[in-house]
């Protein structure tokens, strides 16, 4: 073998596939109920996209992105999350000419050189939802709400919701203030990526993982502290609309997300261990960002399919098994062959999960076989049985027989 997969990647097979199947159909499920369309954005975008969206001075545009030069001299980046390109696609396909608002769901591949650890991957998977067109706090109330569904359908228990408020363009300017006179007096205890982000996005440093940055950071002036009115209405309206609607939430003036789009509130879903499991909040100037003739507001969350799958393993929640193979189907003599294809086109064309015999097996070895894949049924079908048209089905648990005429066969499954 000349190489591996690498480094951060997952092969997705037998079990993991399976499970993340029934995840994504929760999903759309969910999504269908509450009205939200399914959007497939390119897997790259011309790296500008997230340069400007995504913001210059966060980690995932300066450290993590992977970004290359087309053969046509472009400059191409894999996506490192789907919140921009859905924006990118809305605008350019007019979207938001349509009666808003538009509600928007993806599953998306992104791309982030992390360091690869628990329920960190340089490829990761996302399903994401991007409400566009409401100010309200509504809009942040339905995609809470969705969240929380969607985790109760698929048995996880442990997730609380955390929510802040980072406010808009005009409380950063007193924020920005109030943080930098505080940074400058540690400035020389923060690393140079934070210093130099006080230059640039002040607000970039609380994202830092040194150590002895996050140390001091712990003490930094919180953003809600400086919210404006139309901020802290907004903030105030969205609290009291999850108190009347019982969701549970913790304030947590520590969030602020990563990502430089974000206004007014922003959320994340943490397990008992802290560890977030899924993120999300407004973000009313990314539209304007992206087209400055446009200035919708927006809001979405992004959920880490990943994530979804360790929180699973930890709470100890089994999702449905695979459906098992209802019938194998022996062969017994080359003559049989085609007459007995035939009948496993016709059982499978009736929806059952029919197994046949594609190796040219002795009839004790298909036995075997259809034992090891846990076939709950088995027929023999060879040149007598086609004669007579009679089978013997045997029930692989009970070991019981039951003779049927050949026509008769799907019926016994049906
Ligand atoms: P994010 O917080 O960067 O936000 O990522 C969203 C979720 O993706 C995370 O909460 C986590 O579940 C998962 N995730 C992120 N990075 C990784 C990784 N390296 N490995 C595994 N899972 C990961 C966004 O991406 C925003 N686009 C969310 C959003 C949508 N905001 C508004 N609309």
Redesign the pocket.
């Given at each position: 073998m000349i190489t591996q997969r690498p480094k951060?990647t997952q092969d997705w097979y037998g079990e993991n596939i399976h499970k993340r199947t029934i995840i994504e159909g929760i999903a759309r499920d969910i999504c269908k109920t509450f009205n939200i369309k399914e959007i497939i954005t390119p897997v790259f975008e011309h790296t500008v996209l997230f340069q400007r969206g995504v913001g210059e001075t966060t980690d995932?545009v300066q450290k993590e992105m992977y970004t290359f030069e087309d053969k046509g001299n472009r400059s191409i980046t894999l996506k490192?999350?789907?919140?921009?390109g859905?924006v990118r696609a809305y605008l350019e396909n007019n979207l938001y000419a349509e009666s808003q608002p538009t509600k928007l769901f993806y599953f998306t591949q992104?791309f982030?050189y992390?360091n690869?650890q628990s329920?960190?991957?340089?490829q990761?998977?996302?399903f994401?939802?991007?409400f566009l067109g409401s100010a309200s706090p509504m809009a942040e109330v339905e995609i809470i709400t969705l969240l929380i569904e969607f985790m109760k359908r698929i048995g996880l228990k442990g997730a609380s919701l955390h929510i802040n408020s980072i406010g808009c363009k005009n409380c950063r300017k007193t924020y920005n203030e109030a943080l930098l006179d505080f940074l400058r007096q540690h400035e020389n205890d923060l690393c140079s990526t934070c210093r130099e982000r006080m230059t640039k996005n002040p607000l970039r440093v609380l994202d830092c993982k040194v150590p002895s940055c996050k140390e001091i950071i712990k003490d930094a002036p919180r953003t809600i502290n400086y919210l404006d009115d139309e901020c802290k209405e907004h903030f105030e309206e969205l609290k009291s609309l999850l108190t009347s609607l019982e969701i549970p939430y913790v304030i947590d003036t520590g969030i602020v997300?990563?990502?430089d789009?974000?206004t007014k509130t922003v959320f994340?879903f943490l397990n008992p261990e802290g560890f977030?499991?899924?993120?999300?909040?407004?973000?009313d100037g990314l539209i304007h960002e992206i087209d400055e003739k446009q200035d919708i507001p927006?809001?979405?969350?992004?959920?880490?399919?990943?994530?979804?799958l360790g929180e699973l393993e930890s709470e100890g929640v089994e999702l449905e098994p695979e459906p098992p193979i209802e019938l194998y189907l022996g062969i017994l003599g080359n003559e049989a062959k085609s007459s007995a294809y035939k009948i496993v086109k016709e059982l499978r064309n009736a929806g059952i999960i029919v197994e046949t015999d594609y190796m040219d097996r002795s009839v004790k070895a298909q036995m075997k076989y259809a034992n090891k894949i846990g076939a709950k049924n088995t027929v023999i079908i060879g040149a007598d049985e086609l004669a007579n048209n009679l089978v013997r089905v045997k029930n692989m648990e009970t070991g019981e027989q039951t003779e049927t005429s050949l026509d008769k066969l799907v019926n016994m499954f049906m």
């Open positions: 951060g995932v490192p999350e789907g919140t921009a859905a992104a982030r992390e690869p329920g960190r991957f340089r990761h998977h996302q994401g939802v991007e997300r990563g990502l789009y974000y994340e977030t499991l899924c993120g999300g909040g407004r973000y927006a809001v979405g969350f992004g959920f880490g399919i990943e994530r979804i």
